[in-house]
């Protein structure tokens, strides 16, 4: 059964920093794809970023560049997020989403339950 | 970046009845197109991908079609548990976007 579940999120204050855990498991890490994607009750669901197997291609939405890092730890079955300079905006449910294999894009056969991050003084 | 509207925001249906639910993008995503159901509480579940595969264990009463900028999504024999929220996302192109979602309402 795939599983991947996130930890680290919380409150933080406006230009803190946060990172985010996905522990993987169910399936070959190492050859999935993955993407994290965050959800607002006002914005609805937002690509956050994705990277390839090997972690060595990355892509960001605008609104994170810069600011957000993910990365992956093949070994250890984990996706990681990093976020600095949080704003308000970034106040959101993050989750972790397994890319789905050989359908020729990037959308997600499994997600995680969510990690809630606030940004907020 | 490619917008997706999804039509309309809440389809007020009653159980057993047909449900048809549209996304469009504003510009051709071609089929890279998948459909999501979302319970409260829950995350997004894929049902479609390629704008009409469903996805592994999706019932078949539920079913995708279109291709460009026009999708739907028909529902057929509503059963309690469709009633709940219903995304569009495109991959054609990044950064990837869904659309705003379409609420399955009892009515």
């Known amino acids: 059964e795939v599983q991947l579940l996130e930890s680290g999120g919380g409150l933080v204050q406006p230009g803190g920093s946060l990172r985010l855990s996905c522990a993987a498991s169910g399936f070959t890490f190492s050859s999935s794809a993955m993407s994290w994607v965050r959800q607002t009750p006002g914005r609805g669901l937002e690509w956050v970023a994705s990277?390839?197997?090997?972690?060595?291609?990355?892509f960001y939405a605008d609104s994170v560049k810069g600011r957000f890092t993910i990365s992956r730890d093949n070994s250890k079955n984990a996706l990681f997020l990093q976020m600095k300079s949080l704003r308000a905006e970034d106040t959101a449910a993050y989750f972790c989403?397994?890319?789905?294999?050989?359908?020729?894009?990037?959308?997600?056969?499994?997600w995680g339950q969510g990690a809630l991050v606030t940004v907020s003084s | 970046e490619i917008v997706m509207t999804q039509s309309p925001a809440t389809l007020s249906m009653s159980p057993g009845a047909r449900a048809t639910l549209s996304c469009r993008a504003s510009?051709?995503?071609?089929?890279?197109l998948a459909w999501y159901q979302q319970k409260p509480g829950q995350p997004p579940r894929l049902l479609i991908y390629g704008a009409s595969t469903r996805a592994t264990g999706i019932p078949d009463r539920f079913s995708g079609s279109g291709s460009g900028t026009e999708f739907t999504l028909t529902i057929n024999s509503l059963q309690s548990e469709d009633f709940t929220v219903y995304y569009c996302?495109?991959?054609?192109?990044?950064?990837?976007?869904f659309g705003g979602g379409t609420k399955v309402e009892i009515k």
């Open positions: 996302q495109q991959y054609k192109i990044w950064p990837l976007t």
């Open positions: 990277l390839t197997t090997t972690g060595t291609s990355t």
């Open positions: 510009q051709s995503v071609s089929s890279n």
């Open positions: 989403a397994k890319v789905f294999q050989g359908g020729g894009g990037t959308f997600f056969d499994y």
